[in-house]
């Protein structure tokens, strides 16, 4: 009876001694700590901000957490922020530090009045209302647009009847651009919408609508 319960004994004691190198984490499966981060910039870097704009904040790794003073509301996860306002009119310097490396910057603006101006688009490859427009070098090149201030959002190349070409879209600053894929060229004789959705900084949306006509064939 001695020797079993001596026996049940160190059996308890070998699982206790197990949960607590579990608990520690100990060993190979103890997790990395994140990798520190660092600034690398802001997108307005300065200068005029919108009382209703947002800036976003970006970085080499994933910061954490991210906090702001004296005013913005940071939203986002892994290398980028976005800091919302509003903000009160006049000069700004925005104080950001971040808990991933401990770091800190400082940025300076001018807060201008509220944004209520919708972007526009100002150019590109084709116009809308373009008609004998080439297909081939549109297939070779891709498309184009270009917008009036830096945009956020999404294009697609469709049909006249709503279908997706299958092109990729990509809006980043002041342009759009499309680019074909194998397979998925356009043709002659046929209507073509460049259709999406984009907003500025300030959450002013504009929808997307540039129709062009291919020429026939030579």
Not at 43 to 65: C, M, V
Not at 77 to 84: D, L, M, N, P, Q
């Amino acid at each position: 009876m001695t020797k079993l319960f001596r026996t049940f004994a160190l059996l308890l004691a070998g699982l206790f001694a197990l949960s607590l190198m579990v608990g520690c984490g100990g060993g190979e499966d103890e997790e990395e700590a994140a990798a520190d981060a660092a600034f690398t910039s802001a997108t307005p870097p300065g200068g005029e901000l919108a009382a209703n704009g947002s800036i976003t904040l970006n970085f080499d790794n994933d910061p954490g957490d991210v906090t702001v003073s004296p005013a913005g509301v940071v939203s986002g996860a892994g290398k980028s922020r976005t800091v919302s306002g509003p903000f009160t009119p006049g000069a700004l310097t925005l104080n950001v530090s971040w808990t991933n490396g401990g770091g800190s910057t400082t940025l300076n603006y001018t807060v201008t009045a509220p944004d209520t101006e919708a972007p526009t688009v100002t150019g590109g490859t084709v116009k809308d209302g373009d008609k004998d427009v080439d297909p081939e070098p549109l297939n070779t090149d891709g498309i184009e647009i270009t917008f009036s201030e830096d945009v956020t959002g999404n294009i697609a190349l469709q049909t006249e009847g709503g279908d997706d070409v299958g092109w990729l879209g990509k809006v980043e600053g002041t342009t759009g651009t499309l680019d074909s894929v194998a397979g998925k060229e356009i043709g002659n004789e046929t209507t073509y919408v460049i259709a999406g959705t984009v907003k500025d900084a300030a959450g002013n949306e504009t929808k997307v609508s540039v129709t062009f006509v291919t020429k026939g064939k030579e």
